[in-house]
């Protein structure tokens, strides 16, 4: 009996030793999540709609920021904190990487790119104009992973949007301040309750640009 409890705590602690180890590098290449971008200006909110990767500004340094390098005239005064940057990258097989395109804000210019896993907390990304003039980063995991996009899910089976950043740890993307309802007074003395930070952004799926792009 001695020796059948010995055999089944070696198996049970060496199953455990491969499947964390095992589980490790899933961890590693999931590249959902919030990251900032090498020069510390913004974070990037990676999320997968619809079979792709898709990424869109979702804080900023210096909040107000717009488009001003656009070509196109119409978008030249677009906010940038929640713009798309990544766009339709795709898993390459057998490795940890994604295809697509990126849009660079700096020149306003849209290049070939690629994300690719680094580690658990980095994400590296490269870019190539028309195949050449090519350049690559290194971005920062501030977030994430994230959960799965409620629009990925068959109709009739979706979360509702704020119990998908619930479980992400991101607010729903409202502003909002707690006040009592109409003909309600407030405690005497007592001011309105501020609620959290909220995100701006949310759900990245969701944004019309990028909802209108992955299907």
């Not at 900023?60 to 766009?87: C, Q, W, Y």
């Not at 070939?112 to 995991?141: H, M, N, Y």
């Amino acid at each position: 009996m001695l020796q059948r409890l010995r055999n089944t705590t070696r198996a049970l602690l060496l199953c455990g030793l491969f499947c964390s180890v095992g589980l490790a590098p899933a961890l590693a290449s999931d590249p959902t999540g919030d990251w900032r971008v090498a020069d510390a200006v913004a974070d990037i909110r990676v999320a997968e709609c619809h079979g792709s990767m898709w990424g869109a500004v979702v804080w900023e340094k210096i909040p107000g920021a717009h488009d001003k390098n656009n070509p196109d005239p119409a978008k030249v005064s677009r906010p940038t904190l929640g713009m798309a940057i990544l766009f339709d990258m795709k898993k390459k097989p057998g490795a940890d990487q994604w295809d697509g395109t990126v849009y660079n804000a700096k020149d306003g210019k849209i290049y070939d790119s690629s994300i690719k896993v680094a580690g658990p907390d980095r994400l590296e990304i490269q870019g190539c104009l028309l195949g050449f003039l090519c350049g690559s980063e290194t971005w920062t995991r501030v977030k994430g992973p994230i959960p799965s996009s409620p629009s990925n899910s068959p109709a009739g089976t979706r979360a509702t949007p704020n119990s998908h950043m619930a479980k992400a740890g991101l607010s729903e993307p409202a502003a909002r301040t707690a006040v009592p309802p109409a003909g309600m007074p407030n405690t005497v003395g007592q001011r309105p309750t501020a609620l959290p930070a909220a995100d701006p952004v949310g759900d990245i799926c969701l944004l019309p640009e990028i909802a209108r792009l992955a299907h």
